[in-house]
């Protein structure tokens, strides 16, 4: 059987990109500079996979920010205001992602979202009455041609128009289905270029398609693809479905020609099902995802085997392939010379699933043993907790009675949400401590200094709960699973969340549980600064979970209550030593729920709710808990996220100006609410008027309204930080005062 993937990590085996575009950000570098860096990851990411044997090397998966951002810009989907004087093409594009303050110009970044259930953040491209889509990029076709004068022949791989409307917002008259006829033709135009160019096999993703669909959005992606398809000059086209199954849509693509049919089944529970009841058409081959694209072990041997064997005897022509894009996994184990043998012999990063897709293609796979059952997934069990350890008493009006009349906040209390700036300073101090250049006495008191540092300037321009700066913390994930046993940590293993952001996720390798206190020290003395209250920072034991590598021989749910237990005696040991305000930052709560509203509860929500209270349950009623969540789509879970019990939870909304609110309000939720007023992904600062209008227009919450930025501050610079900070407290006094 032949070989593919739908794509391949960009970031480079050393984050070459990442280092590059932020010394281009920085002026240190010049664009051609930073082109050539793009170059050389691409080139070296072809000819790994080329060496790797597999058949359908994709091209066109590299971008310098994001894909949807790349396809907006190909499509001519650019608000005017972007095309600023001199701006080359790649300043548009940061531009639109990252917001522009300079000069005259003073331009607001793009809303950014979680890819489906992936910690990858996307561009969300905006749709307007102004917009009229045309072919003004040739990214595509420019990717392939490089790869072709290197001697490799790829697949070049683009958004669908179907998964770019779904995902886009848009305002005036403008929707999907007056959108789409015409992007359409875009499409059409770019597969005709690229046929004539020479261009054989195209891959158009389409994960969209695992979304719940209504008939009228099968209507929608059926007419889009017999126009697509009808093309009398096009290449062959492979369409690529990740992140679970087309159960809503699976009739409509039988009915289409497309050359091949790229489908998950990993995490696409049913798609084994839809193939046993209905094959597809004759002539179009099934790019089977067995491989994992989000998960880091090796595929279980037998597993993948017999999983294999179905799919032989349900489709005659199979392609193995991955899940997904190998985007959301590391680049390699090459560098990963300290983990433990026997765990690293367990692994596999990209290049490393190359081997395994190789070796699986390879295998031959008949008819004569088996079963078409689809109950190929493993069983896993989900072992809830007592009722008693996740109900806090008393009820949440009680505790806020209790609580206003311990703490005596003014009206709209402001705070940050934890973390301040991660200086050239701190990282340097950071390596000294690794290289052994300085003790750990030495490093201690650096980091003591910068505490003080951080709670002067707070109590300097005002703020009511002030927060440590977490200096002493790479990672909010890896920091406290350090200190839990069930852990393992990679030196380079470093995966894309948005941008030039990257993270390390640990692996979840062994039963958890606190092997020391976490925090309590830190958090002590910084209390001890100051008389205001000071936070006490935790991560919240879905977001571990979530952003990290679980094991797979036990459920998710088994992992996260571990987690929360263990998270749990922190928060008591917090509490004791006379910490009265605690974070607990579910960032990632809502990433990993199902794409399938009807697996919401049985396969997340009735375990994901029920380990963050189990987290704080036992705390006293004056101690207030507090959470925060990451950019997603939270209004259908409204009810859920104020069944968290939390006394205070901020958003990150600012780049969706704030629209969640709406849904807060029309729910009744009684959970206080602290909306981002601030985008801390954009380097802008915004001005105390702006900050005055979006607080002075919040509405009214029975909890009450909190002021703070939309996330913590460690991606931005001390300069841009404490600007913003002044301007948003100078705003709250403004509005105080009225």
């Given at each position: ?255 289409l020609p497309f050359e091949a049919v790229g ?410 609410v602290g909306p981002g007023v601030w985008d ?36 931005r610079g001390n300069r841009e930080a404490r ?16």
């Amino acid at each position: 059987m032949k070989t593919a993937i739908a794509g391949y990590p960009r970031i480079g085996g050393r984050r070459e990109l990442k280092f590059a575009t932020e010394a281009y950000f920085a002026g240190k570098i010049r664009c051609e500079e930073l082109e050539e860096t793009g170059k050389q990851i691409r080139r070296e990411n072809w000819k790994t996979l080329k060496d790797a044997g597999i058949d359908f090397i994709p091209s066109g998966d590299f971008s310098f920010y994001d894909l949807m951002l790349d396809t907006a810009c190909m499509v001519g989907a650019i608000d005017s205001q972007y095309r600023y004087p001199g701006a080359s093409d790649l300043d548009i594009r940061f531009t639109m992602a990252r917001g522009r303050q300079e000069h005259e110009c003073d331009l607001p970044a793009l809303p950014l979202r979680k890819w489906f259930t992936t910690n990858y953040h996307f561009i969300v491209p905006h749709i307007s009455d102004d917009t009229h889509f045309s072919l003004t990029g040739t990214g595509p076709l420019e990717a392939w041609k490089e790869a072709r004068d290197l001697g490799i022949i790829t697949r070049p791989t683009v958004i669908g128009p179907f998964t770019f409307l779904t995902l886009a917002s848009f305002s005036g008259d403008r929707t999907l289905a007056n959108s789409l006829s015409s992007l359409t033709a875009v499409y059409v135009s770019l597969l005709n270029l690229l046929h004539q160019e020479g261009v054989s096999v195209i891959q158009i993703e389409e994960p969209a398609l695992a979304l719940d669909l209504n008939e009228e959005a099968v209507r929608h992606f059926a007419q889009c693809y017999r126009e697509i398809l009808q093309s009398p000059s096009r290449p062959a086209i492979h369409l690529q479905v990740s992140f679970g199954d087309v159960r809503d849509a699976y009739d409509a693509i039988t009915r289409l020609p497309f050359e091949a049919v790229g489908l998950d089944f990993i995490e696409g529970k049913k798609n084994i099902e839809l193939l046993t009841q209905k094959p597809l058409l004759p002539g179009t081959a099934l790019i089977a995802g067995v491989i994992s694209g989000r998960n880091i072990w090796k595929a279980d041997k037998g597993a993948t085997e017999h999983l294999l064997e179905v799919i032989k005897r349900l489709c005659p022509e199979v392609i193995v392939g991955t899940s997904c894009s190998l985007l959301h996994v590391p680049v390699s184990l090459d560098g990963e010379t300290r983990l433990d043998a026997k765990i690293r012999d367990k692994l596999s990063f990209a290049k490393e699933k190359l081997d395994e897709l190789v070796f699986f293609a390879s295998r031959e796979y008949t008819a004569a043993h088996g079963t078409t059952s689809a109950n190929i997934t493993r069983e896993t069990r989900q072992i809830l907790p007592d009722t008693s350890e996740t109900t806090r008493t008393p009820s949440r009006s009680d505790r806020r009675k209790i609580q206003d009349k311990r703490f005596c906040f003014p009206q709209l209390p402001a705070t940050t949400i934890g973390s301040f700036p991660q200086t050239h300073e701190l990282r340097m101090l950071r390596a000294q401590k690794r290289r052994h250049e300085i003790t750990e006495e030495a490093y201690d008191k650096s980091i003591r200094q910068m505490i003080q540092e951080c709670i002067s300037f707070q109590e300097e321009i005002g703020l009511d709960v002030l927060v440590h700066g977490e200096f002493e913390r790479t990672d909010m994930v890896e920091f406290f699973s350090d200190g839990l046993e069930g852990f393992v940590y990679t030196s380079a293993g470093w995966v894309q969340s948005y941008g030039t952001r990257c993270v390390k996720p640990p692996i979840i390798a062994d039963d958890v549980r606190r092997k020391r206190s976490l925090t309590v020290e830190t958090a002590v003395y910084a209390q001890s600064l100051s008389k205001k209250p000071v936070k006490g920072m935790l991560t919240g034991p879905v977001t571990i979970l979530n952003w990290s590598f679980p094991r797979e021989d036990i459920s998710r749910a088994d992992i996260c209550f571990q987690i929360a237990r263990a998270l749990r005696d922190e928060v008591l040991d917090l509490e004791a030593n006379g910490i009265s305000i605690i974070q607990i930052d579910e960032a990632a709560l809502r990433e990993k729920l199902p794409l399938r509203a009807e697996d919401w509860r049985s396969d997340y929500l009735d375990w994901a709710i029920p380990a963050f209270r189990l987290t704080h349950a036992q705390v006293r009623p004056e101690t207030q808990i507090h959470t925060h969540m990451c950019y997603s789509e939270f209004s259908d879970i409204i009810g859920e996220i104020d069944a968290m019990d939390a006394d205070v939870i901020s958003f990150e909304a600012s780049r969706s100006h704030l629209s969640i609110l709406e849904s807060l309000a029309a729910s009744n939720f009684q959970t206080a609410v602290g909306p981002g007023v601030w985008d801390i992904h954009s380097p802008r600062i915004p001005t105390v008027e702006e900050f005055v209008s979006t607080i002075s227009a919040l509405p009214s919450f029975a909890g009450g309204i909190w002021i703070n930025p939309d996330c913590g501050l460690k991606t931005r610079g001390n300069r841009e930080a404490r600007e913003s900070l002044r301007n948003m407290m100078e705003a709250v006094k403004r509005v105080r005062q009225k």
